[in-house]
């Protein structure tokens, strides 16, 4: 396999970009390592809020074990039910991680799920808890973008801008590459290279975006669950527009339309609704508190 990346516009031409590297005989994919940096930088910084905040940041190191596991089961699960064709005629494929293949949106709703279920055993506030590990959860998603770029996956369509990246034709996976893409085809060095979007930089970089967002608003919230709402309506924005790029979106059955891009649009309106909401429920009861002379 031809292991070349080429960022033509910027002048940058990577030769030899492997997806593992070989320990003792053992190859590491690039990807698994990745993410498993992410998960100790959220973990860290999820911590170091809670210090902050006046939390035992224990409890998220205690909690964070679960929270991977059930992240990486839902992640899978939501990628392999809503891409079923490429599994239902090799069922153990379903369990072969190595290539990539897992959801973002499913491991935040194994995440989210994880933290609530604890919450109630631990007796501890699920909103303080979500607030407090959201900056965590963005921080890891940008960390964890580029193990798309070591797996040449998560790309979008043909484009000649200036972020415009070039993959061989032999390094992706044929049913992601477009017709537009299959016209653009570049012959280099005897190699068909295919010219996309890169999406996994767009999104780790408005990721960035939001975590810098988050970190300004945290002392500006009204109510407990705001800041995790914010990071919701902060990345649903950039995922609706990032995943309109993509060619490997998984879809709704054979409607054409991509699931991650309608969540992300419902997960907006609810966020809105719901700060819209919560603001002005405190609102009332400073206004309240002053009326009684408090």
């Given amino acids: ?43 860290y910084l999820a911590e170091r809020e809670a210090k902050r905040t006046g939390q035992n940041p224990d409890i998220y190191t205690d909690m964070v074990i ?13 990628y392999v039910i809503f891409s079923w064709d490429n599994y239902k005629s090799d069922l153990l494929s379903i369990f072969n991680l190595r290539q990539g293949g897992i959801a973002i949106y499913g491991a935040i709703i194994g995440a989210v799920s994880t933290v609530y279920v604890y919450s109630r055993v631990k007796k501890q506030s699920f909103l303080r808890m979500v607030d407090t590990a959201c900056i965590g959860l963005v921080a890891g998603q940008i960390l964890g973008r580029f193990g ?38 570049q012959v280099i060095g005897g190699e068909q290279f295919i010219q996309v979007h890169p999406t996994f930089l767009y999104e780790a970089l408005w990721n960035l975006g939001v975590i810098c967002f988050l970190y300004w608003y945290r002392t500006r919230t009204r109510f407990q669950g705001e800041l995790f709402l914010t990071y919701l309506l902060g990345y649903g924005l950039g995922r609706v527009w990032i995943e309109g790029l993509r060619t490997d979106q998984l ?27 919560g603001r002005k429920n405190n609102m009332s009861g400073e206004d309240s508190g002053r009326a009684n002379g408090h």
């Fill in 1 to 43: 396999m031809n292991t070349t990346i080429n960022f033509p516009h910027l002048g940058i031409y990577l030769d030899h970009v492997g997806k593992s590297i070989s320990l003792f005989g053992f190859e590491i994919a690039y990807y698994g390592i990745i993410m498993g940096c992410s998960i100790l930088l959220g973990l």
């Fill in 66 to 78: 679960y929270a991977i596991v059930f992240s990486i089961i839902c992640a899978r699960a939501y």
């Fill in 148 to 185: 798309n770029f070591f797996n040449r996956e998560a790309f979008g369509g043909y484009t000649d801008g200036i972020f415009a990246m070039q993959l061989p034709v032999s390094a992706v996976r044929a049913h992601e590459i477009t017709d537009e893409m299959w016209a653009h085809v």
């Fill in 251 to 277: 879809q709704i059955g054979k409607t054409g339309i991509p699931i991650s891009q309608v969540l992300a649009g419902v997960l907006i309106l609810f966020s809105l609704i719901m700060i819209f909401q």
